[in-house]
Nanobody
């Protein structure tokens, strides 16, 4: 069973930056897509960004476009999420996710890491 482990969450001021990392427990894991989701208190989990492994194509939610960047971490079969120009509404638990098939369901989830942005 592949495990995803997120690190890098914490507290930032509005306008600041944080970088999240996600590493898979197995380097031979056949990744199709990796991505990030977030869930704020009292809200449903929402999509943030995704990266298709074979093509490198990235997709972002409108709310983070131009501020967040998802990129590969090749040595650990993982991804980063660089978050710039943070806003208080970015406060949430951020989850890494992965799937084998690009058009299939998300197969694996991390445990989540808290990001808090103060105004």
């Amino acid at each position: 069973q592949v495990q995803l482990v997120e690190t890098g969450g914490g507290l930032a001021q509005a306008g600041g930056s944080l970088k999240l990392s996600c590493a898979a427990s197995e380097r031979t894991f056949s990744v199709g897509v990796m991505g990030w989701f977030r869930q704020a208190p009292g809200k449903e989990r929402e999509f943030v960004a995704r990266l298709t492994w074979s093509s490198g194509i990235t997709t972002y939610a409108d709310s983070v476009k131009g501020r967040f960047t998802i990129s590969r971490e090749n040595t650990k079969n993982g991804v980063y999420l660089q978050m710039n120009s943070l806003k208080p509404e970015d406060t949430a638990v951020y989850y890494c996710a992965a799937k084998i098939l690009s058009f299939g369901p998300w197969d694996y989830w991390g445990q989540g890491t808290q990001v808090t942005v103060s105004s």
